[in-house]
T-cell receptor, first 113, second 114 residues
Framework: KQEVTQIPAALSVPEGENLVLNCSFT??????LQWFRQDHGKGLTSLLL???SQREQTSGRLNASLDKSSGRSTLYIAASQPGDSATYLC????????????WGLGTSLAVNP | NAGVTQTPKFQVLKTGQSMTLQCAQD?????MSWYRQDPGMGLRLIHY???????DQGEVPNGYNVSRSTTEDFPLRLLSAAPSQTSVYFC?????????????FGSGTQLSVL
């Protein structure tokens, strides 16, 4: 059974720092992995989607990598800003069921001015 | 560019009452779904639809009904509300039912059942 884990649950950093958020999954037979951002009291916004055949995806200051062999994905945020403060969730699509995402519980990020 | 629209944003019900959470998307997405989000449990799939007239159960379907009469709308019905259904509900959609698509979320409905 696929399980997705995000550690740490919470992270507080000073503005300007480069940081890495981690996402681990137990079953390497994933179809793709998606990173989302959730602002407090709001819905989720898809940030990056990495197909199983890809190693990484980039969007602006964000870079997500995928290593199926180790069961890990990382979200790298460069030059963090207070506006990056939010909860970041990762979700993996199992190869066996395309319609179901397996979700992590998220990392709550606070970027302090 | 509305995207996924959910109504209402907040709702308080008494145990046993019924209600419908509305979800509409204007992106002509084939796939629509309902999730609930609870502290410490993450997002759990309630029901989903891969097109008009087609619905299926997710992980936690008990106590909820859905229908998909049009591509745009995917309402979620609580048949007889229970305190265990207190949660934040999200509707989400994507272009196709395949796994390679980004998922777009509504802003959520915060439901309290007393």
């Amino acid at each position: 059974k696929q399980e997705v884990t995000q550690i740490p649950a919470a992270l507080s950093v000073p503005e300007g720092e480069n940081l890495v958020l981690n996402c681990s999954f137990t079953d390497s037979a994933i179809y793709n992995l998606q990173w989302f951002r959730q602002d407090h009291g709001k819905g989720l916004t898809s940030l990056l989607l990495i197909q199983s055949s890809q190693r990484e995806q980039t969007s602006g200051r964000l870079n997500a990598s995928l290593d199926k062999s180790s069961g890990r994905s990382t979200l790298y945020i460069a030059a963090s800003q207070p506006g990056d403060s939010a909860t970041y969730l990762c979700a993996a699509y199992n190869a066996g069921n395309n319609r179901k995402l397996i979700w992590g519980l998220g990392t709550s990020l606070a970027v302090n001015p | 560019n509305a995207g996924v629209t959910q109504t209402p944003k907040f709702q308080v019900l008494k145990t046993g009452q019924s209600m419908t959470l509305q979800c509409a998307q204007d992106m002509n997405h084939e796939y629509m779904s309902w999730y609930r989000q609870d502290p410490g449990m993450g997002l759990r799939l309630i029901h989903y639809s891969v097109g008009a007239g087609i619905t299926d159960q997710g992980e936690v379907p008990n106590g909820y009904n859905v229908s998909r009469s049009t591509t745009e709308d995917f309402p979620l019905r609580l048949l007889s509300a229970a305190p265990s259904q207190t949660s934040v509900y999200f509707c989400a959609s994507s272009r196709f039912s395949g796994a390679g698509e980004k998922l777009f979320f509504g802003s959520g409905t915060q439901l309290s059942v007393l």
